[in-house]
């Protein structure tokens, strides 16, 4: 079936430091979307990309697809306590589902 | 707007036991999701419906039926609980034809199956 793997697991990282998640699919998406779950909660969309080489910011956070639309990663610089929860992928291979990777729990020591 | 509604947040339930998730939304979504979370194993699909009237298996149908009864609602029916089926149920709906079609999830329902 179609598959998403997401890398790592878990990232246990100091306050103020970087964090990266990155997504690979062996099959070419049509778009990627990211979410974030807070711990005990649901997941909360971030962001979707479409086009091939995108690259989108949201504050602290960069979100890039992959020339070959076949991965993706999330990038937070200088991690803040608020950053705490799961962050997963979810591809979309050009039908009606969204297949999510099995996220990557970011905790932070203060 | 209440968004995506999920009843019950709670349940404990015995193997061989039935019961029904609900699922109601009022953001006008064509399409609607139940999705399973398990640790380590992320968020898989259960069944989805396109539209009104349509309904198809996601990864991992066994075990579960699904009834679009509406635009609105969406349902999950156990007809015999397994331990295997303990989980956090999350329905989730989205509008196709906008810029994001992004989903927007109900609360949960944790479920055991003892």
């Known amino acids: 079936g179609q598959q998403v793997m997401q890398i790592p697991q878990y990232q246990h990282v100091q306050e103020g430091e970087d964090f990266t998640t990155y997504c690979n699919s062996s099959?070419?998406?049509?778009?990627i979307q990211w979410y974030k779950q807070r711990p005990g909660g649901h997941p909360v969309f971030l962001i979707q990309?479409?086009?091939?080489?995108e690259v989108k910011k949201q504050k602290r956070l960069t979100f890039q697809f992959g020339e070959a639309k076949k991965n993706s990663s999330l990038h937070i610089t200088a991690t803040q306590t608020t950053d705490v929860g799961t962050y997963f992928c979810?591809?979309?291979?050009?039908?009606?589902?969204?297949?999510f990777g099995t996220g990557t729990r970011l905790t932070i020591i203060p | 707007n209440a968004g995506v509604t999920q009843t019950p947040k709670f349940q404990v339930l015995k193997t061989g036991q039935s019961m029904t998730l609900q699922c109601a939304q009022d953001?006008?979504?064509?399409?609607m999701y139940w999705y399973r979370q398990d640790p380590g194993m992320g968020l898989r699909l259960i069944y989805y419906?396109?539209?009104?009237?349509?309904?198809d298996k996601g990864e991992v149908p066994n075990g579960y039926n699904v009834s679009r009864l509406n635009k609105r609602e969406f349902s999950l029916r156990l007809e015999s609980a397994a331990p295997s089926q303990t989980s956090v149920y999350f329905c989730?709906?989205?509008?196709?034809?906008?810029?994001?079609?992004?989903?927007?999830f109900g609360s949960g329902t944790q479920l055991s199956v003892l």
């Open positions: 989730a709906g989205r509008r196709r034809g906008e810029a994001n079609e992004k989903l927007f």
């Open positions: 099959t070419t998406l049509s778009n």
């Open positions: 419906s396109a539209s009104e009237g349509t309904t």
């Open positions: 979810a591809a979309n291979f050009g039908n009606e589902k969204l297949t």
């Open positions: 953001m006008n979504h064509n399409s």
């Open positions: 990309l479409v086009k091939s080489g």
